[in-house]
């Protein structure tokens, strides 16, 4: 006799303990759940793809700057050897003192004497900063080729992600449209049985009027992000199959 109530009460406590949402489940909201992950990674796909067009659109920019600079650097060291070459074979024909010793310790020479010495003083140090702009020069010309060849080898690399990138946007739009697919199947299955029109059952609430692009669609907003040509991105793609 106390059987029956007790199995009662288990069935009783095992319908209160179980989920709403698993209760309630329907295939058509598995469908959906299926389709709205499909949907979510091709999402995620568009954004790693727009971001690698955006970062190599930057490298782009980069590169053609320090290709610039690399061209002003090098005719700049040219032209800092050649005066310095010049101003070492006018020293070393000089060949000593640019005042004579006779006219240094001439006191009616005082005033010529020592406007002589502040010209080789000038001079000197005139020779001292273009060696020292020399080395600088050289030193940034050496600093900006080995960034440029850094920055080559990593846009190859970006080349080979971009094209990977798109392979797998492709992917994530083929699965979401499956996922479509089957949604629409199932709202179909239910509709002839239960007579309701299932026909609106795989679209995506987006707040638009109607969507230009039939199916799964991908797109973020890439507005004004950093194209190839030092240009910006004037709109927004969509990615469909």
């Known amino acids: ?26 295939p058509i909201d598995d469908a959906r759940r299926d389709r709205d992950k499909a949907q979510a990674a091709a999402v995620a796909a568009a954004q790693r793809y727009v971001d690698a067009l955006s970062e190599q659109a ?29 101003r070492a074979v006018d020293l070393y024909k000089q060949g000593g003192p640019s005042v004579p010793v006779a006219e240094m310790i001439d006191t009616k020479h005082a005033i010529e004497v020592a406007r002589a ?17 020399l080395t600088r020069t050289a030193e940034k010309l050496t600093r900006d080729e080995a960034r440029l060849r850094e920055l080559k080898a990593f846009q190859d690399q970006l080349v080979q992600q971009l094209v990977a990138q798109r392979a797998a946007l ?13 949604i629409e199947a199932v709202a179909a299955s ?34 004004g992000a950093p194209r190839s040509g030092g240009r910006t991105h004037q709109g927004n793609d969509m990615f469909a199959q």
């Open 170 to 182: 492709d992917r994530a739009l083929a699965d979401a449209s499956v996922a479509l697919e089957h």
């Open 190 to 223: 239910q509709a002839e049985v239960t007579g309701i029109d299932g026909a609106a059952a795989g679209r995506v609430a987006t707040g638009a009027a109607l969507c230009p692009v039939a199916g799964p669609v991908a797109f973020v907003n890439d507005w």
């Open 58 to 86: 930057r490298q782009e920019t980069e590169i053609a700057r320090l290709e610039r600079e690399i061209l002003i650097l090098r005719a700049r060291a040219a032209e800092v050897r050649r005066i310095v070459r010049e």
């Open 1 to 26: 006799m106390l059987r029956r109530p007790l199995a009662l009460i288990s069935l009783t406590l095992a319908a209160a303990l179980t989920p709403h949402g698993a209760a309630s489940a329907t």
């Open 117 to 133: 010495l502040n010209l080789s003083s000038n001079a000197a140090a005139a020779d001292r900063e273009l060696a020292a702009e």
